[in-house]
């Protein structure tokens, strides 16, 4: 099973509130939403840095970033460093709490 087939069949596609641990709620919600300071510290940033760009913006027949365990292994080190990162104070999120 690629992460994508996982993602899509475990979670139907999508990372919600519910998906996470009530103490990671702020960090997913302002980085998931380029919340964060600093700004380049964002899921959307992380993801062109380490991949080129997201493929969502990608023009038809440009590569795409190939669904396999090595590639979501590439994110998952980025995403772990991130949170840590916040857990420190190093980056901080521009919002409390994301449900006031």
């Not at 996982?6 to 702020?26: C, I, K, N, Q």
Request: net charge negative.
């Amino acid at each position: 099973m690629t992460p994508l087939a996982f993602l899509t069949s475990a979670l139907g596609g999508l990372l919600w509130e519910d998906d996470v641990r009530p103490e990671h709620d702020s960090f997913c919600h302002a980085y998931m939403r380029r919340l964060m300071k600093p700004q380049n510290a964002s899921a959307l940033d992380d993801v062109t840095e380490i991949f080129g760009g997201s493929n969502n913006w990608r023009k038809p027949g440009d590569a795409m970033t190939e669904d396999s365990w090595e590639n979501f292994d590439r994110i998952a080190l980025r995403y772990a460093q991130r949170l840590e990162q916040w857990r420190r104070g190093e980056v901080r999120s521009k919002v409390d709490r994301p449900s006031e």
